[in-house]
């Protein structure tokens, strides 16, 4: 499975951005789908992610309220819609595709919030 984000860029603070992931190859393999995110000089950490075929969904605790993941299966590609933007925002979001024998991560894509 190949995957290409796009929708990163710099916004204000209280801004909206929506990120999108654009999934290709054997997507039928794909169990779980969602957004990471790494900041410089921390480690990699999850913000969203979403299980294939129901709505079960997860959030890292400081996007609740503010991030939706959604996913459109008929165009193969994952959204994440983030509003209220905050500078701690700031990271390079990686989108992933994990399945029984699948683990592919996306190119990455920057999002800088300024203050």
């Known amino acids: 499975v190949q995957l290409v984000e796009s929708g990163g860029g710099l916004v204000q603070a209280g801004g909206s951005l929506r990120l999108s992931c654009s999934a290709s190859g054997s997507t039928r393999t794909i169990n779980v789908m969602g957004w990471y995110r790494q900041a410089p000089g921390k480690e990699r950490e999850l913000v969203a992610r979403i299980f294939t075929g129901g709505t079960s969904t997860n959030y890292a605790d400081s996007v609740k309220g503010r991030f939706t993941i959604s996913r459109d299966y008929s165009k193969n590609t994952l959204y994440l819609q983030m509003n209220s933007l905050k500078p701690e925002d700031t990271a390079v979001y990686y989108c992933?595709?994990?399945?029984?024998?699948?683990?592919?991560w996306g190119q990455g894509t920057q999002v800088t919030v300024s203050s």
């Open positions: 992933y595709a994990g399945g029984i024998y699948l683990h592919s």
